[in-house]
């Protein structure tokens, strides 16, 4: 029996930073599986790095206590074509046109994350969950050059 | 690659002449940044003349790590010390592209170019 790669990992994951690496591993782990290049399966894993670490940092002011429910899920029929990632939070309500990336010039610590994300990946939206938090989904296609030679 | 990651990322520090060349280790995310600042500031404190941070044997670095070399090049440009770069991977050179930092900071190929 052929095994496919055709459902989605889900995850329920504490808001602790010390979780990140196991993030970035299975999320490095199914990107390879998917078929994407190294280059790009480590802009995948950089933008995901990059969003949990700002649901940790604002969504939940670093407070370890809160959940991250995340899928990651092959798109694509026979074969993937793309990985989509979600990842929901529960804190306070933001509004997705107020998370922009912040001007390069600018050189100072912090606020580049977003920049990242939008730059390494096809699609990018924020948008209010059902019942409270946030919910951001991010695509990436397996034939995308965006980002690539990037990570 | 294996790490432990309660450990400081900067694994050593050496004087080289009137310079301190750090070097650094392991992935540098949202779990260890604040211990990387920290470590990094610590240095500017001995009064190098300049700083040479060695990043070949850090395999992954987000936003989180590079905010903190952004802080330090802040303070090592208040303080009136040099800063360079070295050793960055692939993957870590690229988050400064992504980012345009590498057009910010000091980037060298080898130590000796870091240190002339």
Known sequence: MKSVLNRPIVIHLPSSPSYLPVMRATLGKLCELVGFDRETAGAV??????????????????????????????????????????LRDYGPAVDPKKIKSRDLDDV??????????????????????????????????????KGKDKV | MNQDSHSSPVQSERWVGRATVVEVAGDIDLHRSSQFQQSLLDVVDRN?????????????????????????????????????????????????????????????????????
């Open chain 2, 48 to 116: 190098p003349e300049r700083i040479v941070v060695d990043l070949g044997g850090v395999g992954y670095m987000d936003s989180s790590g590079v905010a903190s070399l952004v802080k330090l090049l802040s303070r090592t440009r208040k303080t009136g010390v040099g800063l360079r770069l070295v050793g960055l991977t692939r993957r870590v050179q690229s988050v400064f592209e992504i980012t345009r930092l590498n057009t910010v900071f000091e980037i060298c190929q080898t130590e000796e170019e870091a240190l002339a």
């Open chain 1, 108 to 145: 100072r610590p912090g606020g580049l994350g977003v920049h990242i994300i939008k730059k390494c990946m096809d699609t990018v939206e924020y948008a209010p969950a059902d019942g409270g938090g946030t919910l951001l989904t991010m695509v990436k296609k397996l034939n995308s050059q």
């Open chain 1, 45 to 86: 894993v950089l933008s995901m790095d990059e969003a949990l670490t700002n649901i940790i940092k604002h969504a939940y002011g670093g407070a370890e206590d809160g959940v991250i429910d995340i899928e990651l899920a092959p798109v694509g029929e026979p074969e993937p074509e793309a990985v989509k990632i979600s």
